[in-house]
């Protein structure tokens, strides 16, 4: 049943279909990353799925998509499946006898109440490898930092000099990425994922022209984050309208690409970069002198720099509005 054929025709393309079934044609250790975002089970209202199993039913579904997203993915790849943590400690269990665990990565999003429970303030992310030959880089974030006088958060204290310019190395709990809140930003799709989320994770784990995998992908936001990074994507998902958007999107999708490197950018600010490519893009930034000045100064993309790239909005229709920057000719 497994086909490179199959596979080399998939690629860049969103097939309409059940993942468990498209996912069985694709070949062992032949993608670079995956990444899913299933259904929670939490009775949202989706188009053509019904999202309300019994607990077991909705284990066993999910032990047979796990299964075949650790076959497909290369042994430098990386595996990564979001959800809330209800499910993640069922999903991990399954994922300990069949590939090797790496993080919980803690992502803080809101979530809504369902009564008699914490405030559910995260949703996690699974991050798991299949040997220690997988593919990983460094990847820093801005500072947080006050809304009004833009102060960095965190006191380094007598360390102010060992500051990096552009913001700390990213850790397991992400707290800078927001759920997409705004209506002009949303697709008709019960919980779309922000595309700065799979950026982040793209430029962690593979490269220019990797394959990445999503079995659920819903309105798109996998494979437009690929596109943005330049890789390259499959996707999949049993709703022929959701695909009709995510289609679109795609179609109007740019690079985001920096003196020659990728990096995440969300309304005008570039959140995520590579470790290795500090020294390339930071030609393109204003950056204060001093860690005092660092410290209190957000850094920018430099406005006399900014005459070389090109800045546009793409506002795709009535749903997300999406920054892109790219090198001029
Ligand atoms: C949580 S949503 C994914 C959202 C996506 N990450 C985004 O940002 O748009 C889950 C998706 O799985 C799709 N789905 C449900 N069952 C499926 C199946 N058996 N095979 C493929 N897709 C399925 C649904 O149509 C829905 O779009």
Known sequence: MQNKDFLHSSINKIIQGDCLEVMRQIPDDSIDVTFADPPFNLKKKYNNYSDKRQV????????????????????????????????????????????????????????????????PNHYGILYYVKSDDFKFFDIRLLYKRCRKCKYILQDYGGKKNQMHQFGPLVSDVWTDIHRIRHKKRRDEHPCQLPIHLLERLLLMSCDEGDIVLDPFIGTGATAIAAKKMGRRFIGIDIDPKYIQIAERKIEETEQTKINGCFASAFLGKVITIREKDWEKLKEAFYIPETPLELEKTEILLDQEKRRHFKYEILNTSKSSLFFGIEEKE
């Open 56 to 119: 077991d039913e909705y284990v066993a579904w999910c032990q047979k998509w796990l299964y075949e997203m650790v076959r497909i993915t290369k042994p430098t790849g990386s595996i990564f499946v979001h959800n809330i943590p209800k499910w993640l400690i069922y999903f991990g269990s399954y994922l300990n006898e069949i590939a090797i665990f790496r993080h919980w990565i803690a992502w803080d999003a809101m979530g809504s109440p369902l009564g008699r429970t914490l405030l």
